[in-house]
Nanobody, 125 residues
Framework: QVDLVQSGGGSVQSGGSLRLSCQAS??????????LTWFREVPGKEREGVAL???????VYAKSVKGRATISQEIANNTIHLDITNLKPEDTAFYYC?????????????????WGQGTQVTVSS
């Protein structure tokens, strides 16, 4: 099945930038429909969809990161990235990438069937 392996994350100061990456195995980007989405969670709050990209390069961003986040993909490497600039303390969360083997524009987590291991992002100041 699909395995999603995340990299990146860590601690950064407010105003800085960070790149998260998610590489898929068992999912060849050039061979099928797919949607890949970044989610984030903080204790006591609902999981939030942050950014979405699909196989035809449609993108969706949450209002909370619009203008600061960029989602992109490297089709040949089966990899997506999330770049966030002007990081804020409220960006602190545990970040996941997730896959749906079809096309959707939904940032709701219930649609997604494969999940990465997650990584912590902590923004200080």
């Amino acid at each position: 099945q699909v395995d999603l392996v995340q990299s990146g994350g860590g601690s950064v100061q407010s105003g800085g930038s960070l790149r998260l990456s998610c590489q898929a195995s068992g999912l060849t980007f050039s061979a099928r429909y797919y949607t890949l989405t970044w989610f984030r969670e903080v204790p006591g709050k609902e999981r939030e969809g942050v950014a979405l990209i699909d196989d035809i390069d449609r993108v969706v961003y949450a209002k909370s990161v619009k203008g600061r986040a960029t989602i992109s993909q490297e089709i040949a490497n089966n990899t997506i990235h999330l770049d966030i600039t002007n990081l804020k303390p409220e960006d602190t969360a545990f970040y996941y990438c997730a896959a749906y083997l079809g096309r959707t524009l939904s940032l709701l987590p219930s649609k997604y069937t494969y999940w990465g291991q997650g990584t912590q992002v902590t923004v200080s100041s």
